[in-house]
């Protein structure tokens, strides 16, 4: 009904050639320009038996550049930091890293900017007929805490994006998720509420879209229904999977693989476009969770594993890194490690520095945040008046 002339499609490897056949009925129509990336993830098809019998999910855009079509080709990304695309290079001809991310800042809080940090425990779906989707809730709670580490340090909890494969494992790693890792609601008056306000007013324009800024509690859902108009949202630790975040992108990136089993199943974790999506969305650092001795066995993961052991990226442990004592590193392996090692997000060491408001001691093991302790609580029973 346009009459358009150009038609430009963004994503078009994620487009049925059905859906794209229809936008390009205009008599008028002399050009269409597909932009997007045939090797990361295909349409989604809901019935499978069309995708394995007839390639239902095999889109235009694949097809041109399979049978070699006339196209021009993007090389140079500006996403992600170095080390972290260094990971995809092996599945891409030609990778160049533009020069804004050369500079990226190190991750506070952690001694590294990459790190897969493996284990061995099994996961909870394995041998459990009655769980339809997978789970792995050492995983689980191992990613929470560590991004609740990151806050501690200073990262803007709308920074963090927790990525994972399944959806059983997106609704562990939120059941987990401590409120003030959650998204959250600032009146005008600057009083936070934990649900988004009711009453009339126009709706909120974030569709939910994370762009990695500000700090706040709560998930929710973001910038949907309707809000009193002086208030505003401050978006949390985002909880996906990864068919839903193609196309976006986060400072830190933390990924749940979930599977470990005797058998070495992989199940999609197997495919190589589920496999690039999910190394390709982190900016300024990435830390994988998974059991690397169940995906060695994968040649493409492989590749992967291979050049994180070669820059010693990759163990079971991850090194902590303190603020304030930079040789007092903790290494963790397990979420209960954090309490132990950096309970509020620096070391083992005693804060002890002298309240301003009584003059006794913080109370708190060290910690990077607050460091002027204006909203430290004095435990100690104390005489002397308020200031």
């Not at 196209?71 to 160049?96: G, N």
């Not at 007013?201 to 998930?219: L, M, P, S």
């Not at 998974?290 to 820059?311: A, M």
């Not at 902590?320 to 397990?334: F, Y």
Request: net charge positive; hydrophobic share 30%.
């Amino acid at each position: 009904r346009m009459g358009s002339r150009v038609v430009v499609v963004e994503e078009a490897g994620e487009l049925l050639e059905c859906q794209l056949m229809a936008c390009l009925s205009s008599e008028n129509l002399q050009q269409v320009v597909l932009i997007g990336d045939h090797q990361q993830l295909r349409p989604k098809v809901n019935t499978y038996d069309l995708c394995r019998r007839h390639k239902f999910d095999l889109s235009l855009f694949e097809r041109l550049v399979v049978s070699g079509c006339d196209r021009a080709k993007l090389v140079t990304q500006l996403r992600m930091h170095p080390d972290v695309s260094d990971l995809v290079r092996p599945f891409y001809d030609r990778i160049e890293d533009h020069a804004r991310v050369m500079n990226y800042p190190m991750i506070p809080g952690v001694a590294d900017r990459l790190y897969w940090l493996s284990h061995s425990q099994e996961e909870d779906s394995w041998g459990n007929p009655q769980m339809l989707s997978k789970v792995n809730s050492h995983e689980a709670k191992l990613a929470v805490r560590l991004a609740q580490h990151l806050v501690y340090n200073g990262i803007d909890k709308g920074r963090i994006t927790l990525l994972t494969p399944y959806l059983g494992q997106k609704r562990e790693i939120k059941k987990l998720l401590p409120r003030e890792l959650m998204s959250s609601y600032v009146s005008a008056g600057g009083d936070v509420q934990e649900e988004q306000p009711k009453g009339k007013g126009k709706k909120g324009k974030d569709k939910g879209k994370d762009k990695g800024k500000g700090k706040g509690k709560g998930q929710g859902k973001q910038g949907k229904g309707k809000a009193d108009g002086s208030s505003r949202m401050i978006p949390g630790v985002r909880i996906v999977t990864i068919d839903d975040y193609q196309g976006e992108e986060n400072d830190v990136i933390i990924l749940s693989l979930v599977r470990s089993n005797p058998k070495n199943i992989l199940g999609f974790c197997s495919i190589e476009n589920r496999l690039i999506v999910a190394l390709s969305r982190a900016r300024h650092g990435m830390y994988v969770l998974g059991d690397w001795s169940n995906f060695e066995k994968d040649d493409k993961w492989f590749q992967v594993i291979s050049k994180l052991e070669d820059r010693h990226r990759i163990g079971s442990s991850l090194n902590l890194r303190c603020a304030k004592h930079p040789r007092d590193d903790g290494m963790v392996k397990t979420a209960e490690d954090f309490d132990r090692k950096a309970l509020h997000g620096g070391c083992q060491r005693d804060c002890d520095t002298l309240l301003p408001r009584c003059g006794h001691r913080c109370h708190l093991k060290c910690h990077p945040f607050d460091p002027e302790h204006k909203d430290v609580v004095c435990n100690n029973f104390c005489s002397r008046p308020w200031p």
